[in-house]
Nanobody
Framework: QVQLVESGGGLVQAGGSLRLSCEAS?????????VAWFRQAPGKEREFVGG????????RYADSLKGRFTISRDNAGNRVYLQMNSLSPEDTAIYYC????????????????????WGQGTQVTVSS
């Protein structure tokens, strides 16, 4: 079982950037893992931000965030990053890291229920 801890959130002005980190503990990320980022704003449902397939490093993003957000990983297998640029107040939310172990084809899926492991989240606040 993998435990996930997010970090890097905070307060930033509109137009700024932040990099979030998701650290695995208990074990490192492995070939059949998928790691994703979700966010949840007050009064809204949790939404998919993007994810990475550990087997080949392929990524998938929410259409509305393409070009501004980038997901990457470290070679040690311990961390996944979410680089967020050109932030706006609409990006204010709690950002969660999630992971799951897949059998067969390892692809990034968008429904929150398709991920079994979750971090506690990190708050991102963008001021206007």
């Amino acid at each position: 079982q993998v435990q996930l801890v997010e970090s890097g959130g905070g307060l930033v002005q509109a137009g700024g950037s932040l990099r979030l980190s998701c650290e695995a503990s208990g074990r490192t990320f492995r070939r059949y893992d998928v790691v994703a980022w979700f966010r949840q704003a007050p009064g809204k449902e949790r939404e998919f931000v993007g994810g990475i397939s550990w087997s080949d490093g392929s990524t998938r993003y929410a259409d509305s965030l393409k070009g501004r957000f980038t997901i990457s990983r470290d070679n040690a297998g311990n961390r996944v990053y979410l680089q967020m640029n050109s932030l706006s107040p609409e990006d204010t939310a709690i950002y969660y890291c999630a992971a799951d172990v897949r059998a067969g084809i390892v692809i990034v899926t968008t429904p929150p229920l398709s991920y079994r492991y979750w971090g506690q989240g990190t708050q991102v606040t963008v001021s206007s």
